[in-house]
């Protein structure tokens, strides 16, 4: 890797000031950063090019890419609505191979672990690096530094802004869809591979420089709803298959059964019910994974045993949100994905089952996002630090495991909370300092563990409301204490100098870096 | 080749542990080689770890091999003394530091309505057991430890019992039938186990004999310990001599029942109605209450179906029973809730008792709520229901005061 500068940005993190190329702002701090001048701008085009009858069909993918202009040094993008059903990126990436291109740009909305074929393009060139998430094997793959490029890793709201202002250019965008007219119209709701909302592919529409939809349920003009609109859609092209619909189900939608986990679930739904956060009206992040799913539960049961009703839940949608749903406990699901057949039908039935979009909900750069509108938003993270800072990409040895997801976006709601066991097999969750900074603590307001909870000082309103409560409210320095007294203290382990990947924040500025693991 | 002596767990299961072998050799250095889920935060620790334990027991030579998932030192420590004494005969003990929160001691009479049973060779369950906030846990050296694992999980036991916080709960140890029941006590008594569970228990003379051991392991430390029993009932021969058993010693605080050898041992099935079963464990509450012990039911299987728990312990309340075993974190909470007092036994227990107070307070060798007179039993069943109540959270310690 070639020498770099560095700064060092508003959190204390040492980040270069260039990467893959391309002038980084270093972070600011929470709402500093201003960037001026306008949105980004498509080409013009002009019907004039595209058939009068609407068929935009093409023979196969390669013939679409190839009339797509694709070349070397591309940046190419795809979405993870099919989640780990996903078959197009990875033969998107064949023909590529196939075609003897190089050093393209992958930004895919998320990657999961189906992704793992994407290495050997890696490795062969045809890669160059990825701008998206990098789960499991990818992500330990971008953290040994055997990328060629420097990683660039966005919450789902970032990728929106990015792509908005420019600052993340694409040139083909290739849009997979459960159901599709040739005219380029498409949505997630019909069709083998049925998914729900095609949200994260929204940006890639409306500001690639081509876009390419790719179904295996074509339908005769209209395809409704026209969530992908096919005014944006340069080609289509119909496969054999472009999800596997039995992965496209989330294996995060079952409600846990580990008796710790639910213990946190517990703990939590007691420390809102204890600071009044449930009350008529309430609104709520209800996310993926066993924990967050109990605790919609505990929402459910609280809020019909006090005859409250909650205004909206945004999801992530789930059979147990739909379930609150239909029982009028709740007026809204608000949805950017859903995770089950329960939330797809619903989506589809529901008039109060909304879909939208990363750009109603997360983009920073817009003028205001649901977000900040919630209540309650409950999150995971791999570490938190005893200044409330939160790690989610990283585990304590510096390996790159998990994508951002909505979780930075989600992190402006109203009250923040962080529901993590102490420990993970033998590792200290609150440490000192998180090993790689995702969220500033200063947005982090409890973090709740299976011995004990703890409330941002900055929260005094919250620490008056559950005083002389029946909850184990302790200083997040007591927690570091408890889980090195179980665990033993940690290695302090020294970053090794080389990047693998930045860790942008909302607003596209450099957070964090993700450093070569030793 | 030499011979390769293991201990400890691995494979998918196996977090938070680890599997150590151990080649002895005549002569060259200690090659400890360590493959860990956590080498880069750990490594160097579980190294250290391993030299002091190997240190200790005098050897130097011959090549090791941990493959680790996270375990915690007690664990690492176990696993490696397990190997160690399987090569080499030895006096000696490797203890980590006893926790200054362990030091506790329990009560005869103190509040069992919940114990949580914690398999003796599986680590990931010990470490958070205190969490859920149990009255009781217990350490299993017998049905949940595999044959050919009893002796390595002896050492994991004893360090669980010194180096895990289980945050107040009463300590207590399951160890096997007799005779090797006898075998676990060394292991278990030194490191202060409130209550040893004897399974399978038939007779006063089982009672007596680990009473003897106990007292032999006490009078060779020159300590005089103070331990419970709670014998387990499980067979036709045990309830038939159940009055001999819980009259055997004055250290038994507690008797309870397992249905599925007993029901076995008379040859039926085990109903979720309990109809088989009702006459032993009828007669198991009269007996305990002649002896003015506890009587705690068997533990309720299907970890899945909380309304049917919550249904049996309606009826195991009903017939007398005080408490029960459970195998899963969230049937405590049912079972504590099944088991206390219910707001109308709060309320009446209340006025009984500050009827006794006002007697007091009068002189009166008499007490009586309006035109009842109470009798002394009465009153201090009252009282009994209050401290449970209060010790539950659900009435206040100063609920004299709130009462006004």
Same mark, same amino acid.
């Given at each position: 890797?070639?020498?770099?500068?560095?700064?060092?940005?508003?959190?204390?993190?040492?980040?270069?000031?260039?990467?893959?190329?391309?002038?980084?702002?270093?972070?600011?701090?929470?709402g500093?950063?201003?960037?001026?001048?306008?949105?980004?701008?498509?080409? =013009?085009?002009t019907?004039?090019?595209?058939?009068?009858?609407?068929?935009?069909?093409?023979?196969?993918?390669?013939?679409?890419?190839?009339?797509?202009? &694709?070349?070397?040094?591309?940046? #190419?993008?795809?979405?993870?609505?099919?989640?780990?059903?996903?078959?197009?990126?990875?033969?998107?990436?064949?023909?590529?191979?196939?075609?003897?291109?190089?050093?393209?740009?992958?930004?895919?909305?998320?990657?999961?672990?189906?992704?793992?074929?994407? =290495?050997?393009?890696?490795?062969?060139?045809? =890669?160059?690096h990825?701008?998206?998430?990098?789960?499991?094997?990818l992500?330990?793959?971008?953290?040994?530094g055997?990328?060629?490029?420097?990683?660039?890793?966005?919450?789902?709201?970032?990728?929106?802004?990015?792509?908005?202002?420019?600052?993340?250019?694409?040139?083909?965008?290739?849009?997979? @869809?459960?159901? @599709?007219?040739?005219?380029?119209?498409?949505?997630?709701?019909?069709?083998?591979?049925?998914?729900?909302? &095609?949200?994260?592919?929204l940006?890639?529409?409306?500001?690639?420089?081509?876009?390419?939809?790719?179904?295996?349920?074509?339908?005769?003009?209209?395809?409704?709803?026209?969530?992908?609109?096919?005014?944006?859609?340069?080609?289509?092209?119909?496969?054999?298959q472009?999800?596997?619909p039995?992965?496209?189900?989330?294996?995060?939608?079952?409600?846990?059964?580990?008796?710790?986990?639910?213990?946190?679930?517990?703990?939590?739904?007691?420390?809102?019910?204890?600071?009044k956060?449930?009350?008529?009206?309430?609104?709520?992040?209800?996310?993926?994974?066993g924990?967050a799913l109990?605790?919609?539960d505990?929402?459910?049961?609280?809020?019909?045993?006090?005859?409250?009703?909650?205004?909206?839940a945004?999801?992530?949608?789930?059979?147990?949100?739909?379930?609150? &749903?239909?029982e009028?406990?709740?007026?809204?699901?608000?949805?950017?994905?859903?995770?089950?057949?329960?939330?797809?039908?619903?989506?589809?039935?529901?008039?109060?089952?909304?879909?939208?979009?990363? *750009?109603?909900?997360?983009?920073?750069?817009?003028?205001?996002? *649901?977000?900040?509108?919630?209540d309650?938003?409950?999150l995971?993270?791999?570490?938190?630090?005893?200044?409330?800072n @939160?790690?989610?990409?990283?585990?304590?040895?510096?390996?790159?495991?998990?994508?951002?997801?909505?979780w930075?976006?989600?992190l *402006?709601?109203?009250?923040?909370?962080?529901?993590?066991?102490? *420990?993970?097999?033998? =590792?200290?969750?609150v440490?000192?300092?998180v090993?790689?900074?995702?969220?500033?603590?200063? #947005?982090?307001?409890?973090?709740?563990?299976?011995?004990?909870?703890?409330?941002?000082?900055?929260?005094?309103?919250?620490?008056?409301a559950?005083?002389?409560s029946?909850?184990?409210?302790?200083?997040?320095?007591?927690?570091?204490?408890?889980?090195?007294?179980?665990?033993?203290?940690?290695?302090?382990?020294?970053?090794?100098?080389d990047?693998?990947?930045i860790?942008?924040?909302?607003?596209?500025?450099?957070?964090?870096?993700?450093?070569?693991?030793g | 080749?030499?011979?390769?002596?293991?201990?400890?767990?691995?494979g998918?299961?196996?977090?938070? !542990?680890? /599997?150590?072998?151990?080649?002895?050799?005549?002569?060259?250095?200690?090659?400890?080689?360590?493959?860990?889920?956590?080498?880069?935060l750990y490594?160097?620790?579980?190294?250290?770890?391993a030299?002091?334990?190997?240190?200790l /027991?005098?050897?130097?030579?011959?090549r090791?091999?941990?493959?680790?998932?996270?375990?915690?030192?007690?664990?690492?420590?176990?696993?490696?003394?397990?190997?160690?004494?399987?090569?080499i005969?030895?006096?000696?003990?490797? %203890?980590? +530091?006893?926790?200054?929160?362990?030091?506790?001691?329990?009560q005869?009479?103190?509040?069992?309505?919940?114990?949580?049973?914690?398999?003796?060779?599986?680590?990931?369950m010990?470490?958070?057991?205190?969490?859920?906030?149990?009255?009781?846990?217990?350490? !299993?050296?017998?049905?949940?430890?595999?044959?050919?694992?009893?002796?390595?999980?002896?050492?994991?036991v004893?360090?669980?019992l010194?180096?895990i916080? /289980?945050?107040?709960?009463?300590?207590?140890?399951?160890i096997?039938?007799?005779?090797?029941?006898?075998?676990?006590?060394?292991?278990?008594?030194?490191h202060n186990?409130?209550?040893? %569970?004897?399974?399978?228990?038939?007779?006063?003379?089982?009672?007596?004999?680990?009473?003897?051991?106990?007292a032999?392991?006490?009078?060779? !430390?020159?300590?005089?310990?103070?331990?419970?029993?709670?014998?387990?009932?499980?067979?036709?021969k045990?309830?038939?001599?159940?009055?001999?058993?819980?009259?055997?010693?004055?250290?038994?605080?507690?008797?309870?029942?397992?249905?599925?050898? /007993?029901t076995?041992?008379?040859?039926?099935?085990?109903t979720?109605?309990?109809?088989?079963?009702?006459?032993?464990?009828?007669?198991?509450?009269n007996?305990?209450?002649?002896h003015?012990?506890?009587?705690i039911?068997?533990?309720?299987?299907?970890?899945?179906?909380?309304?049917?728990?919550?249904?049996t312990?309606?009826?195991?309340k009903?017939?007398?029973?005080?408490?029960?075993?459970?195998?899963?974190?969230?049937?405590?909470?049912?079972?504590?809730?099944?088991?206390?007092?219910?707001?109308?036994?709060?309320?009446?227990?209340?006025?009984?008792?500050?009827?006794?107070?006002?007697?007091?307070?009068?002189?009166?060798?008499?007490?009586?709520?309006?035109?009842?007179?109470?009798?002394?039993?009465v009153? +201090?069943?009252?009282?009994?229901?209050?401290?449970?109540a209060?010790?539950?959270?659900?009435?206040?310690?100063?609920?004299?005061? +709130?009462?006004?």
């Open positions: 890797m070639s020498e770099r500068s560095f700064v060092i940005n508003e959190a204390g993190r040492k980040v270069p000031s260039i990467v893959n190329g391309q002038a980084q702002v270093p972070y600011k701090g929470v500093k950063h201003r960037p001026t001048g306008r949105k980004y701008g498509v080409p =013009i085009a019907c004039a090019d595209y058939p009068a009858d609407g068929n935009k069909l093409l023979p196969n993918l390669k013939e679409a890419l190839l009339k797509a202009g &694709l070349k070397n040094g591309m940046t #190419l993008s795809t979405h993870h609505h099919f989640r780990d059903g996903d078959v197009i990126a990875q033969l998107v990436f064949e023909i590529a191979a196939e075609l003897g291109i190089k050093d393209l740009i992958w930004a895919p909305s998320a990657s999961f672990p189906c992704h793992k074929p994407i =290495i050997e393009h890696l490795l062969n060139g045809v =890669i160059h990825i701008e998206g998430s990098m789960n499991s094997s992500g330990t793959f971008c953290s040994e055997k990328m060629s490029g420097v990683g660039v890793l966005r919450s789902h709201g970032g990728r929106y802004q990015a792509i908005q202002d420019g600052e993340l250019h694409i040139d083909i965008a290739i849009i997979a @869809a459960p159901a @599709a007219d040739t005219f380029g119209n498409a949505n997630g709701l019909n069709g083998p591979a049925a998914c729900g909302q &095609l949200g994260y592919a940006a890639d529409a409306e500001y690639a420089d081509c876009v390419i939809v790719v179904t295996d349920n074509l339908v005769p003009f209209p395809c409704m709803p026209m969530e992908i609109k096919g005014n944006n859609v340069d080609y289509t092209v119909l496969v054999e472009v999800g596997i039995e992965k496209i189900m989330s294996g995060t939608t079952k409600v846990t059964k580990s008796p710790d986990r639910l213990l946190l679930a517990e703990l939590t739904a007691r420390f809102c019910d204890e600071a956060l449930i009350h008529d009206g309430f609104s709520y992040q209800a996310g993926a994974g924990t109990a605790i919609s505990y929402f459910s049961k609280s809020l019909t045993q006090k005859n409250l009703k909650a205004r909206f945004h999801g992530g949608s789930n059979a147990s949100l739909v379930r609150m &749903l239909e009028g406990v709740l007026d809204y699901i608000l949805d950017d994905q859903a995770f089950d057949l329960a939330g797809i039908q619903s989506i589809a039935q529901n008039s109060n089952h909304i879909n939208t979009s990363p *750009f109603n909900s997360y983009n920073y750069h817009g003028k205001g996002n *649901f977000s900040s509108l919630l309650v938003v409950i995971g993270a791999t570490e938190v630090d005893v200044d409330f @939160a790690n989610v990409v990283t585990h304590s040895d510096g390996l790159l495991a998990h994508g951002i997801g909505g930075q976006n989600c *402006f709601g109203k009250c923040v909370i962080l529901p993590v066991p102490l *420990f993970r097999n033998r =590792i200290p969750v440490r000192d300092q090993t790689t900074l995702c969220g500033p603590g200063e #947005l982090i307001d409890v973090v709740v563990t299976e011995r004990g909870i703890a409330i941002n000082p900055r929260r005094q309103d919250l620490l008056a559950v005083k002389g029946s909850l184990p409210i302790k200083p997040i320095e007591e927690l570091k204490e408890i889980a090195e007294k179980i665990c033993g203290k940690p290695a302090d382990l020294s970053p090794t100098g990047v693998t990947a860790v942008k924040w909302v607003d596209g500025t450099v957070l964090d870096v993700v450093w070569r693991v | 080749m030499t011979n390769t002596i293991t201990a400890g767990n691995r998918q299961h196996a977090r938070g !542990d680890c /599997f150590v072998s151990f080649e002895p050799a005549a002569s060259g250095k200690l090659d400890i080689e360590i493959n860990s889920s956590v080498q880069q490594g160097n620790t579980i190294k250290n770890l030299h002091q334990v190997f240190g /027991f005098g050897l130097t030579s011959g090791v091999l941990i493959e680790d998932t996270g375990a915690l030192d007690f664990v690492l420590a176990a696993r490696i003394e397990a190997c160690i004494t399987q090569a005969e030895t006096k000696k003990s490797f %203890l980590g +530091e006893m926790l200054q929160e362990n030091c506790y001691s329990s005869k009479n103190r509040m069992r309505l919940s114990r949580l049973y914690l398999p003796g060779n599986s680590p990931k010990m470490i958070n057991a205190g969490v859920h906030q149990p009255n009781a846990i217990i350490l !299993d050296l017998e049905d949940s430890v595999a044959v050919s694992k009893k002796r390595e999980a002896r050492f994991l004893r360090n669980a010194r180096q916080d /289980f945050l107040g709960a009463e300590r207590m140890v399951r096997n039938q007799l005779p090797m029941g006898l075998d676990d006590l060394p292991q278990v008594i030194p186990v409130h209550v040893i %569970l004897i399974p399978k228990c038939e007779s006063a003379e089982t009672v007596h004999q680990i009473n003897q051991e106990i032999r392991i006490n009078a060779a !430390d020159k300590t005089e310990r103070e331990v419970f029993l709670m014998p387990i009932i499980e067979s036709s045990g309830i038939f001599n159940a009055a001999e058993i819980a009259g055997s010693a004055d250290n038994i605080v507690a008797i309870t029942i397992g249905l599925e050898d /007993f076995a041992d008379i040859g039926v099935k085990r979720f109605e309990g109809t088989e079963s009702f006459y032993a464990r009828s007669h198991l509450v007996i305990c209450k002649c003015n012990i506890q009587a039911d068997s533990v309720f299987s299907d970890v899945g179906n909380m309304d049917a728990l919550a249904q312990i309606r009826h195991s009903s017939i007398g029973f005080e408490g029960m075993g459970c195998i899963h974190p969230r049937q405590i909470p049912i079972i504590h809730a099944g088991y206390s007092p219910d707001p109308a036994d709060i309320d009446k227990a209340k006025k009984i008792v500050l009827a006794f107070d006002e007697a007091t307070k009068n002189g009166l060798g008499v007490v009586s709520l309006g035109s009842k007179m109470i009798d002394p039993p009153v +201090e069943r009252a009282q009994q229901t209050i401290d449970q209060v010790t539950l959270n659900i009435l206040s310690e100063n609920w004299r005061a +709130e009462n006004v």
